[in-house]
């Protein structure tokens, strides 16, 4: 991002997307692409701390949601 310096460019930081080494997809489409196992992940935490001085925006979504009984 860097490099780029440009006012319009940003990212928009996905905390569970780390991949750096994926299997490859079977086919060459979306549903290819999400049959993938990450054979290798990149450091999460690296990861954002790199990230996050150039975001415009963040998401985050839970992992698993707890059920409570009333």
Do not use: Q, W
Request: glycine residues 8%; charged residues 20%; proline residues 9%.
């Amino acid at each position: 991002m860097k490099d780029v310096n440009h006012p319009g460019a940003g990212v928009l930081s996905d905390f569970g997307d780390f991949c750096i080494n994926p299997t490859k997809p079977e086919t060459m489409n979306i549903n290819g692409y999400r049959n993938t196992t990450c054979l290798e992940k990149y450091d999460i935490y690296l990861g954002i701390a790199k990230l996050m001085p150039y975001p415009k925006g963040a998401s985050a979504r839970p992992i698993s949601v707890m059920k409570t009984e009333i």
